[in-house]
């Protein structure tokens, strides 16, 4: 089994050709509601530890890292779509 870990933030990227009504920052309010809501879409078997506006998620899985990794990045990617100024990054955390 392989143990992948990643940290979900939101950035403030500004307004965009894919999202021109992003024309100012959420509030930490509404970014901990749009991570919660995340964590519903996410796998079962994944951990999810909520720290400073962030998700910290721990993989542990019998599937590839790029599986697992494009698995997440799905999730992310349709919250993203569907919710007008929301920009969720993935950064892939080191294996400790």
């Not at 993989?59 to 799905?74: G, K």
């Amino acid at each position: 089994m392989s143990n992948f870990k990643y940290r979900i933030s939101y950035e403030y990227l500004g307004p965009s050709k894919d999202d021109p009504f992003a024309t100012k920052p959420l509030s930490p309010g509404q970014v901990q509601h749009y991570l919660n809501g995340l964590c519903s879409i996410l796998p079962h078997h994944c951990s999810i530890t909520a720290k400073d506006n962030s998700l910290f998620v721990t993989v542990v899985t019998s599937d590839s890292e790029q599986d697992t990794d494009t698995a997440l990045e799905r999730c992310v990617v349709k919250l993203n779509r569907a919710i007008s100024g929301l920009s969720l990054i993935i950064d892939r955390l080191p294996e400790e």
